[in-house]
């Protein structure tokens, strides 16, 4: 018996010398994720989210060791200062350049190990700028452009792609709908800011691991949680901000607790958003010289606007819950479950109010019904090491979607509405793991399902009778997508590393067509596509940076609202469904680029060009015949998605972060962007060149921000067909023609801390007073706006 103990005792000091371990952590005795171990430059391991580096020390002959991290000093040790679990301190750099973030596929990662261009939007930043809504917070770092048709919109638009080529995740749930349209969409609004700890902006084509529609690019939300403590602690915060240009006010209140085994956090915010002011130095093609009011048995009224400024009939108001629960099943195994709940009042169409024919304006109303989004996710992570994964999570979601439209025509009483009811459910899989020290494998599964219920009525406001009219898109249609994703990183050595995947994807959508009210030549239709596209990349770090070099491609399968949609009108025009749609793919490269001088001056660059084959794009048609059809007593010109030939984007984007002392930091970014397509015409959604700059001032007490938006001139010429009669929207050249002109606005905030707990934050925004209106945008931005907010940490 001792001699068999006595040969498992040796047995296990050989298992230990030959397999060590060793654990990183910082000054604070945190673990510190994502550090490389190097042997006399060759590459032995990474850290995982416990700090620990595991160690083949049977196969290594180096005498000397180094650990490597970007944010903190370089530490090296040699071979005989090695002993089992030892624990080595790591500190951080004053200058730290490059932020880890967490992506739902990939697992932690530091930037300067993706080749792909990713951006993050981190929780100090939110704090400063204070955003309004999350479209106002996607802005922050100015990389990604923003079009507003009504104060309660934002449109985010990605190297020249947009609504439904833009995919929205939220904690790693997928949030684009089979009803996101290539027309603006703004529920990127339905996203509180006031609980989102991160926003990752995934820059081109990431189909390989989020599947169909991630062609411009990913807009990555993770919200707040409340990590495990050792005891029971709780806290939270309360903040409270006011907005003179629209007079809006928000309040939020978040509150967590936990201990070692369990976490809560519950966070709500309320706010209310009044008609909102432009500038008064600007184009007078962009005020509201009047409006309609309706009073009941006496109808329309058209009426003179007392102030032209205000641009009446914006106003607001939005209701954000959030409630988190995690609960930690083991010391590798946790759960979690998230509610999130959000609803707005009647939202004013801000830009169809502004149509006018030669009566004056057209519409009495139009207005989106409250937007509602409903999320129950729930999640499985266990991060222990098994023969087939080191970290692997499971997600389950389910989402229901409310919008609606109602409009109706200046001077009639039939108010039409439009109602859409959308269900969403799906499930991941994702799996990392580590097949050696130089070896990491990624894959995983995914299932999405959406079914839609629409409903159209028509109300007389005068009688309260409502009679059924056609729907916007076929009721009962669905939409389902399954796919399948592999993805390969390898550690050549430090400086080189390669990586590179593959995803099946498999979309159905079918449907039936309502023709009781518009005689369609079909009554159902039935789409099925498949797609393969992937990713591959190859990093060479360099003694202050890296240069990364990337090919990948994405697709976009055709949706109900593509397909489907029965009738949607613009001024002019008519939309009729076309059943016999192809996904559009999209083909990249890219070369992106990070380099350090002197420790104080980091410049980032991204080169690229997207080839959009098969693009989805609006063409005019017949419809039984006849390529006109009177439609809302209007003579419109009918238009189909069609796929046409091809269309290329192609572009750059420059980003300066200077620290020029340690109080002084300027940071300074511009995108510049160009486009192809086959039948010679401007593509939709390519937006102006565009950038911002900063310069922070950071004090004892307090910091101080000066700011600066610009974006230039976006010529008649570079409009699409379309955009060219949307003459409503826009000033005129010299020539009398529609055009956006060059503008930029400059902003000055400071944060001041009254105590430890409580801050202070104002800012003034707009400070000449400028009245423009982005490229795209219906409404125009707000002129001088004094801001005002306190928060309170409890």
């Known amino acids: 018996m001792y001699m068999r103990l006595i040969i498992s005792f040796i047995f296990l000091l050989l298992i230990q010398a030959l397999f060590a371990q060793i654990k990183v952590v910082n000054s604070s005795l945190q673990p510190i994720a994502g550090v490389q171990l190097f042997g006399e430059n060759r590459y032995l391991g990474i850290s995982n989210d416990e700090g620990v580096i595991y160690i083949d020390t049977a196969s290594i002959k180096s005498n000397t060791w180094k650990l490597s991290h970007t944010n903190f000093h370089t530490k090296t040790f040699t071979r005989n200062v090695l002993k089992i679990g030892s624990t080595f301190m790591l500190s951080h750099k004053t200058n730290s350049f490059s932020p880890v973030i967490i992506t739902p596929r990939r697992g932690k990662r530091l930037t300067s190990d993706i080749a792909v261009h990713v951006d993050v939007i981190n929780p100090k930043d939110i704090g400063i700028f204070q955003p309004q809504t999350s479209a106002d917070m996607l802005t922050i770092n100015n990389k990604v452009y923003i079009q507003k048709s009504q104060q309660g919109g934002g449109s985010p638009m990605i190297r020249g792609f947009a609504t439904n080529r833009i995919l929205l995740v939220v904690d790693g749930v997928r949030m684009n709908t089979a009803i996101f349209r290539a027309g603006n969409v703004q529920n990127v609004l339905s996203i509180d800011p006031f609980s989102i700890a991160s926003s990752e902006v995934i820059f081109g084509p990431a189909s390989q691991f989020y599947g169909s529609d991630a062609i411009g690019g990913v807009l990555s939300f993770s919200t707040k949680n409340i990590d ?446 160009q486009s192809n397509a086959s039948d010679g015409e401007p593509i939709r959604h390519i937006t102006p060149n565009f950038g911002g700059s900063s310069l922070i001032y950071t004090m004892k007490k307090g910091q101080l921000v000066a700011y600066a938006q610009y974006n230039q001139e976006f010529s008649n010429a570079q409009f699409t067909i379309n955009e060219r009669e949307d003459k409503h929207l826009y000033t005129r050249d010299k020539q009398g023609l529609p055009y956006s002109p060059a503008w930029a606005i400059f902003n000055v905030r400071f944060v001041y801390p009254i105590t430890s707990n409580i801050a202070a934050n104002v800012a003034l925004e707009n400070v000449m007073d400028k009245r423009y209106r982005p490229y795209g945008s219906g409404i125009t931005a707000p002129g001088r706006n004094i801001i005002f907010s306190i928060q309170a940490q409890l």
């Open 228 to 673: 495990f403590g050792d005891s029971m602690t709780h806290g939270g915060n309360i903040t409270a901000r006011y907005g003179s240009a629209n007079n809006a006010g928000t309040w939020h209140f978040d509150y967590g607790f936990s201990n070692k085994q369990i976490s809560s956090l519950t966070s709500i915010s309320f706010s209310s958003f009044g008609d909102l002011k432009m500038g008064s130095n600007g184009p007078a093609d962009y005020l509201r010289p009047d409006y309609v009011i309706h009073r009941p048995h006496k109808g329309d009224t058209l009426v003179t606007n007392n102030d032209p400024e205000i641009q009446q009939f914006s106003a607001y108001r939005q209701l954000n819950l959030m409630q988190k629960f995690a609960y930690k099943l083991s010391k590798y195994e946790t759960l979690k479950y998230g509610l999130h709940w959000s609803s707005t009042s009647n939202n004013p169409r801000y830009d169809r109010l502004l149509l006018r024919d030669s009566n004056g304006l057209t519409n009495g109303d139009w207005y989106y019904g409250p937007q509602q989004w409903l999320m129950n996710n729930l999640s499985y992570e266990n991060i222990r090491e098994t023969k087939w994964s080191d970290g692997m999570k499971i997600i389950v979601a389910q989402q229901s979607f409310e919008e609606s439209r109602n409009d109706r025509k200046f001077g009639q009483n039939e108010l039409r509405q439009r109602t859409e009811n959308l269900l969403a459910l799906s499930a991941n899989i994702d799996v990392q793991k580590r097949l050696n020290n130089r070896l990491n494998l990624s894959y995983g599964l995914e299932y999405i399902h959406n079914g839609l219920k629409s409903s159209g009525n028509i109300l007389d406001i005068s009688t309260e009778i409502s009679t059924a009219t056609s729907t916007r898109y076929p009721d009962g249609a669905s939409w389902n997508s399954e796919g399948l994703y592999l993805n390969l990183l390898k550690k050549w050595n430090p400086r080189h590393s390669t990586e590179g995947g593959i995803r099946l994807n498999r979309v159905s959508t079918k449907g039936e067509f309502d023709t009781s009210f518009y005689q369609l030549p079909i009554n159902h239709y039935k789409n099925t596509n498949k797609a393969i596209t992937g990713s591959v990349s190859h990093i060479m770090k360099l003694h202050q940076g890296f240069i990364g070099a990337l090919l990948s491609t994405a697709f976009k399968s055709p949706n109900i609202d593509d397909i489907a949609k029965v009738f949607d009108s613009n001024p002019g025009f008519v939309t009729v469904p076309n059943p016999n749609l192809k996904p559009e793919y999209a083909y990249n490269a890219e070369i992106n680029g990070e380099y350090l001088f002197s420790n104080s001056i980091k410049l980032n660059t991204s080169l690229f060009f997207t080839y959009l084959d098969n693009a989805l794009t609006t063409a005019e048609t017949t419809l039984n015949g006849s390529d006109s059809l009177l439609y809302d007593n209007q003579l419109s010109r009918v238009q189909t998605l069609q796929n046409q030939d091809f269309a290329s984007v192609y572009g750059l984007q420059v980003s300066l972060l200077f620290e020029i002392n340690q109080t002084l930091k300027l940071e300074s970014t511009y995108t510049l962007l």
